[in-house]
């Protein structure tokens, strides 16, 4: 399974940050759930909300009221939006595919800075 | 909110040697959804054991996981060059879904 993530590396405060997550190897969106993560050096690891390839999603509720999570099974590709940015979005982002409890596997990562 | 707390913060050991880190969960981690990971710079974390004992596929057997009580543990029999790196526990279940832990550096002595 190869996960990619895709998008603007610097995006200016109060706008939106989007990124998407190409899969490949043989993994299908369809039929497994998909997370994002991202990694500040202020807060570590903070898990952003998943979605199944149904559409079905969860989240962070520290995120929620900006954050939406979107799948696109013909592209077998899922979406991450934030609104409303500021300088503490600033991170790598993962995307990444669930496994037994836990995040099996990982893209490479994206740094969005979040700077006008 | 759950925290999980590791310890130590740094841990600075010798090539051979046996590492222990530690991960205390706040609450009960429902039916050990416990997993570590392993994370070196400039790359992303791998998954290295889920469900506080099963290694995940490809990781070598000097890797385990255990627990007791609240406690987590993942020991390293003996350490390779390749083993130096940051350390990560993250729980399942609890709000938000998945929480981390916030690292354990492994460095060499």
């Known amino acids: 399974v190869q996960l990619q993530e895709s998008g603007p590396g610097l995006v200016k405060p109060s706008g939106t940050l989007s990124l998407t997550c190409d899969v490949s190897g043989g993994a299908t969106t369809i039929n497994s759930w998909w997370s994002w993560v991202r990694q500040s050096p202020g807060k570590g690891l903070e898990w952003i909300g998943e979605?199944?390839?149904?559409?079905?999603?969860t989240y962070n509720p520290s995120l929620s009221s900006r954050v939406t999570i979107s799948v696109d099974n013909s592209r077998n590709q899922f979406s991450l939006e934030v609104t409303s940015v500021t300088a503490a979005d600033t991170a790598v982002y993962y995307c990444?595919?669930?496994?037994?409890?836990?995040?099996?596997?990982w893209g490479q990562g994206i740094l969005v800075t979040v700077s006008s | 909110e759950i925290v999980l707390t590791q310890s130590p913060g740094t841990l600075s050991l010798s090539p051979g040697e046996r590492a222990t880190l530690s991960c205390r969960s706040s609450q009960t981690v429902s039916s050990n959804y416990l997993a570590w990971y392993q994370q070196k710079p400039g790359q992303a974390p791998r998954l290295l054991i889920f469900?506080?004992?099963n290694r995940a596929v490809g990781i070598p057997d000097r890797f385990s996981g255990s627990v007791s009580g609240a406690d987590f543990t993942l020991t390293i029999s003996r350490l390779e060059p390749e083993d130096f790196a940051v350390y990560y526990c993250q729980q399942y279940g609890n709000p938000p879904l998945y929480t981390f832990g916030q690292g354990t550096k492994l460095e060499i002595k």
């Open positions: 990444t595919r669930n496994g037994q409890v836990s995040l099996e596997y």
């Open positions: 469900g506080a004992f």
């Open positions: 979605i199944h390839g149904s559409g079905r999603t």
